[in-house]
């Protein structure tokens, strides 16, 4: 039986850096990924990296399909207070 994954990623408050793009890159050499987005369909095989660590670091939101069932919708929700904490640090 073959498998279908989908995982799409987009960054809608600020746009991924070269560094960044980099990074995520490493993670499949067959998604299609730019500056705002980063999508990546596997047919065998499991994704190499943890959509849960690139939404904490990259993305905002977050889409996973699978062909057994399996779908996940995430958004990124900003904490005010912890970005006030975090600029008043600074």
């Known amino acids: 039986m073959s498998t279908y994954q989908y995982y799409e990623f987009l960054a809608i408050d600020r746009p991924l850096d070269d560094g960044e793009q980099s990074a995520v890159r490493s993670l499949s050499t067959r998604a299609r990924i730019s500056s705002t987005s980063f999508v990546n369909e596997n047919h065998w095989g499991n994704?190499?990296?943890?959509?849960?660590?690139?939404?904490?670091?990259?993305?905002d939101a977050h889409l996973y399909v699978a062909n057994w069932g399996t779908h996940h919708v995430l958004f990124r929700a900003v904490d005010d207070r912890r970005s006030a904490r975090r600029t008043r640090r600074r």
């Open 47 to 59: 994704f190499k990296g943890d959509p849960r660590r690139l939404m904490e670091r990259y993305y």
